[in-house]
């Protein structure tokens, strides 16, 4: 009995959560990220959890897209920020040919320093992202990279997602090829 109380409980409340989300205080989207860049490469490397700045200085929440002061309700992704970035840059490593591992000689990891969606023009919605790659080969940094990308898009709510898959893929492809720039794997 006490476990079937439980459940509607946890029911209860996942459906006054979702009634919170549509009625103008925030809104959910989930990001189809498809992996999309020219590169190859070689070699192995392991991805740490990248940071989401904003969050760990309580201005917004870790799944929470920071926004302008002005805007009317609040964008979440439906995973953390950090996570779906790490897991956004495996993806773009492993199609361009490198090798995921736990534990690898060289480690990328980074921070997310802006992850911002504006939708109060009454024309344009805005994504702009702001990351820093750091590569490191044991205690040594081999590379640290910073990327900066704009989106723009026209006023609907379905852009949100589609210029955050676009800046996110932005910075994602610039960083692959700095890297192999770098030729140190």
């Not at 700045?53 to 609040?74: D, F, I, L, T, W």
């Not at 990891?109 to 750091?134: K, M, N």
Request: hydrophobic content about 40%; proline content about 3%.
């Amino acid at each position: 009995m006490a476990h079937i109380l439980q459940q509607r409980g946890l029911r209860a409340g996942a459906l006054f959560a979702l009634g919170v989300l549509t009625l103008g205080c925030g809104r959910m989207v989930t990001i189809d990220y498809e992996p999309a860049n020219p590169w190859k490469g070689q070699g192995t490397l392991t991805v740490s959890p990248f940071r989401y700045e904003p969050a760990e200085a309580r201005q917004v929440r870790p799944r929470q897209v920071e926004s302008h002061k002005n805007a009317r309700s609040e964008l979440f992704l439906s995973q953390e920020i950090g996570s779906f970035f790490t897991e956004a840059l495996k993806g773009e490593l492993v199609r361009a040919g490198y090798t995921i591992s736990e534990s690898a000689s060289f480690i990328v990891s980074g921070s997310i320093v802006r992850f911002f969606a504006d939708w109060t023009g009454e024309v344009d919605r805005l994504f702009e992202l702001q990351a820093t790659y750091i590569v490191r080969s044991g205690e040594r940094t081999v590379l640290t990279w910073s990327c900066s990308s704009i989106q723009k898009g026209s006023n609907t709510l379905i852009q949100d997602s589609i210029l955050i898959r676009k800046g996110t893929a932005d910075c994602m492809q610039r960083f692959i090829q700095a890297f192999q720039e770098t030729n140190v794997l």
